[in-house]
């Protein structure tokens, strides 16, 4: 959020500002969609944890930043930009183990250059 409203003068504009902004996530879609959804249990599920956790996070994180108007800009940790910015950190993060029960997530910039399609991929894999 702070980078982002930095706009030209962030080092990380030109990523920021090539970031696709339509991106699809069954825990974002809005009720009329989920209604196209042939599973009711699942639509319970996924009601109940976006209102449980993403609006929970969105709202601490707007109470943490609202504290530091002298960082963040008000406009900047609107709903929109905050679900666009989590949406793309919570589907481009990896997990890594460095020691035995530490975890640390990475984000690898130059990967959001890639093509993202769902395709039908093969792997193989040999040891």
Not at 26 to 38: F, H, M, N, S, Y
Not at 104 to 113: G, H, K, R, S, T
Request: charged residues 30%; contains cysteine; negative net charge.
């Amino acid at each position: 959020m702070y980078e982002l409203q930095k706009g030209k003068k962030s080092e990380w504009y030109h990523l920021i500002h090539n970031l696709s902004k339509d991106i699809d996530t069954v825990l974002l879609w809005d009720d009329k969609d989920l209604e196209l959804l042939d599973d009711p249990h699942f639509v319970k599920i996924i009601k109940r944890t976006r209102k449980k956790e993403f609006d929970d996070i969105f709202n601490e994180i707007t109470s943490i930043l609202s504290k530091y108007p002298n960082f963040f800009n008000k406009e900047t940790y609107s709903w929109e930009n905050f679900r666009w910015l989590f949406t793309h950190i919570i589907t481009r993060c990896f997990g890594l183990i460095i020691m035995q029960d530490t975890w640390y997530l990475a984000m690898i910039p130059f990967a959001e250059f890639l093509n993202h399609e769902n395709t039908d991929l093969y792997y193989e894999f040999e040891y």
